[in-house]
C-alpha cells in the first residue's frame, strides 16, 4: 500500500510539475497569438485598400464643386513655365509610389491620428486632434515639417498625446512621402511636399532650440525668422 503511493507520489510530482510549465506558456503564446493577429488586423490588412485609393483619388472628381486651385492653371499648360513645381497647387498628379511610402510611414503617427487620420479614439477623448482638412498640415509646408520635425508643445489637455519631435525617426524621403500622404488621403488635397522641401526644413530648423516642441501660436513666427 505504502509502497504504491510512493511509487505514484514522484511522477505525479513530475506530472503536476510539467503542467504547471506547459499550461502558463500556451496561455502566453496563444495571448501573443491573439496579440499579433490583433496588430496585424490594423496594419496590413488595410494595405490591399490602400494600394486602389490613390487610383480612385486621382481618377475621381471631387464630388463637391468648390475644390481644387489647381484646375483652372491646368487647363493651359502653356501659359506657365514647365520647370516651376507649382507651389500653387498641383494636387492632382501625386506618385502613387510616394502615397505608398507615405502610408507606410504613417504607422508613426496612426497610434495617435489614428487610422483614417481623425485622431485616435481613448473613451470620449482623442489622442490628437484629426488631420482631416487640418490648416496646420495642409496650408504652407514648413508648418507641417516644422510640426514633425520638432513637435507641438502642449498647452492644455485638449488630446491625450504628446506629439514629440519625428525628426530623428523619418529620412527625409519618408517625411516628404508622409506628408504627401496626408495632405491627400482621406479627402485632404494639398500639392506633394518634395524631399527637397523636407532636406531644407531640416536644414533650416535644426539649429532651432524647441526641446518641448513648437507652441502653436508661434509657428508662423518661427517659419518667417528661418526664412
Ligand atoms: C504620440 C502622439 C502623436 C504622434 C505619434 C504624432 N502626433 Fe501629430 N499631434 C499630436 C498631438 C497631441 C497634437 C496636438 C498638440 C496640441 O495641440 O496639444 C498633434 C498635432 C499635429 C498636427 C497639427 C494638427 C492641427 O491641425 O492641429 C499635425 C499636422 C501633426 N500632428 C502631424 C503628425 C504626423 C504627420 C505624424 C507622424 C509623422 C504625427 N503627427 C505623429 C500627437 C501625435
Redesign the pocket.
Known sequence: MSADTSDNHPLAKILGNVFLVLVPGALIVMLGYIGYQFVSGIGPEKKPEAAATPVAVASTPAPDSAPAPAAPSSTDPAATPPAAPADGGSAAAVDPAVMALGKA??M??????GPDGTGLKVGPAL?????VG????LGDPN??LL??LKG?????M???????P?GA??DDQK?AA??TY?RNEWGNSAPPVTVEQAAAARAKFAALNAPA?VK?AEVDAVIEAHK
Open positions: 510611414s504613417y508613426t503617427c496612426a497610434a495617435c491620428h489622442m490628437a486632434p484629426s488631420l487640418s490648416e496646420l498640415l508648418k507641417s510640426v514633425v507641438i508643445a502642449k498647452e492644455n485638449d488630446f491625450m498625446g504628446v506629439m514629440a519625428l525617426a523619418l517625411l508622409v506628408l496626408t516642441g502653436r
